[in-house]
């Protein structure tokens, strides 16, 4: 199994509607971040965790909520998709200790691909 | 202006060959440096991290330039399988550490 899991992979939805992306770790890491990656833009920070209770907004937050539940899981949530919420979503992990082996090294679930029309 | 960028490619070139592109910083108090290898729609992987003295894993060899704020990844000896989309990404400390992506380099090593 991954060790970070995105659902779902794909999805097609309408303007308006609720969309949630969920995302599950088994790496053990305390951080977690969503990520948007669009053609020809590098990925952008939506929101990150570095813990269960604590939330942040990142670069792009506008349009999005998310929502830590476990150490493990991570969902994001479009509470009204629009067309330019189209994007390939990713979900990813990092340790929480700075200087240890492997800090601030991002795993990557393999991506939710959303669509909206 | 961009906190990271990439040329985007496409680089072609025939196996065996040495390919090398660089990715330009923009913030001076960058701390770490590493670079993603990504293949068409799935998700980046880490290919390295680029220290200060320069490193090398293999057939891959990052550079680092403090001074004219860029670093470089050169491939030697190009295999077909070589053939990704390779993200530059950048780490900054202020309040908090942020990671900045650039764009992607793609590289297409052909027969």
């Known amino acids: 199994d991954a060790d970070v899991t995105q659902t779902p992979r794909n999805r097609i939805t309408k303007t308006g509607k609720r969309i949630m992306l969920e995302c599950s770790q088994t790496k053990g890491h305390d951080r977690m971040y969503w990520y948007r990656q669009d053609p020809g833009l590098g990925l952008r920070l939506i929101y990150y965790?570095?813990?269960?209770?604590?939330?942040n907004k990142g670069e792009i937050s506008d349009g999005y909520s998310v929502s830590r539940q476990a150490q493990a899981k991570f969902s994001l949530s479009l509470e009204s998709a629009i067309p330019n919420q189209t994007a390939l979503y990713f979900c990813?992990?990092?340790?929480?200790?700075?200087?240890?082996?492997?800090?601030?090294?991002?795993?990557f679930g393999a991506g939710s691909r959303l669509t909206v029309l | 202006r961009k906190e990271v960028e990439q040329d985007p490619g496409p680089f072609n070139v025939p196996e065996g060959a040495t390919v090398a592109f660089n990715c330009t910083y923009s913030n001076s108090a960058s701390q770490s440096f590493f670079w993603y290898r990504q293949d068409c729609r799935k998700e980046p992987k880490l290919l390295m991290s680029v220290y200060s003295s320069g490193n090398e894993d293999g057939r891959f060899t990052a550079q680092l330039n403090r001074a004219s704020q860029y670093i470089s990844l050169l491939i030697r000896d190009s295999k077909l399988s070589d053939s990704a989309t390779y993200l530059c990404?950048?780490?900054?400390?202020?309040?908090?550490?942020?990671?900045?992506f650039g764009a992607g380099t793609t590289v297409t090593v052909r027969a």
């Open positions: 965790s570095f813990d269960v209770k604590d939330i």
């Open positions: 990404v950048v780490g900054i400390r202020s309040n908090d550490y942020k990671l900045s």
């Open positions: 990813a992990t990092s340790p929480s200790r700075t200087g240890a082996s492997g800090a601030n090294v991002l795993t």
